[in-house]
């Protein structure tokens, strides 16, 4: 019976929907992290009755066919990328983006990833690096005796020296934004890569054409609502729960007539 792989395709979509559901859920806390959605399509129809079909020598036009479907297909899981709220941290090295904009990352293997966390620290050498220990790009070096190290909302980082009351320049915080953010891969660790659907990177100054502008001792939590999530959690549990009782109704009548006497 075609209802009972219908049915099949349904519970089978709707198993990923909650997978991704409880991703969203169990990042809630992430720094930067953007939510997911699922997003499906229907399958293709077996046409029993075209419609539109000629149904006299008259010219008579079937108005309404008979279309038998196949289910439900996932298409893809889109990141929603919109701005997360900032929470006030205590420490000078920890930055938020309000806008579009990407830190730029370099990857031990020198390869460029890009995130939104900017929960950075200082390595050994006094260089500006990720959670991971991953060099932020370009590079940012703070002497060891610096005193205090201000970053304003263009990026321009400046370190205040002991004898010395005016901050000098040390280096400059870049942002990277795409045509298409959706588009970027994620691989774990809060980052992502670009990849032909994201567009190429634009690597520029924070404030400027778009990349958005910087804070300091503040991060970008993640943009996961949990009203939301609960609910759609509870949408397509009732959708999957749907679809069960779909295979239990169709395996009742074949039942049914695989018993009856002829």
Request: proline share 4%; net charge negative; glycine share 10%.
């Amino acid at each position: 019976m075609r209802a009972l792989q219908t049915a099949a395709t349904g519970m089978a979509a709707q198993e990923l929907n909650v997978q991704v559901i409880a991703n969203n859920i169990a990042n809630m806390n992430t720094t930067g992290f953007k939510r997911q959605r699922a997003e499906f399509e229907d399958l293709l129809y077996e046409q029993q009755r075209r419609v539109g079909t000629q149904t006299s020598d008259q010219g008579t036009i079937l108005p309404a066919g008979i279309e038998l479907g196949a289910g439900v297909k996932t298409v893809g899981t889109p990141r929603i990328m919109a701005q997360g709220s900032l929470t006030q941290t205590s420490s000078d090295f920890d930055l938020a983006i309000q806008g579009e904009g990407f830190f730029r990352i370099q990857l031990p293997d020198g390869t460029l990833s890009y995130t939104r966390d900017g929960s950075f620290q200082l390595n050994a050498q006094g260089q500006l690096v990720t959670s991971d220990g991953n060099l932020v790009q370009p590079t940012i070096t703070v002497p060891q005796n610096t005193t205090q190290v201000t970053i304003n909302a263009q990026g321009q980082v400046s370190a205040t020296l002991p004898g010395n009351a005016t901050p000098s320049v040390i280096g400059q915080i870049e942002l990277t934004r795409f045509v298409n953010k959706a588009g970027l891969q994620g691989i774990g660790n809060n980052l992502f890569v670009q990849t032909p659907a994201s567009g190429a990177p634009q690597d520029g100054l924070p404030q400027t054409d778009g990349r958005g502008s910087l804070q300091q001792d503040y991060l970008e939590q993640s943009n996961v609502d949990p009203v939301t999530e609960i609910s759609n959690l509870i949408a397509a549990q009732r959708a999957y729960e749907m679809n069960t009782k779909i295979i239990t109704a169709a395996d009742q009548m074949m039942q049914t007539l695989t018993t009856m006497n002829f």
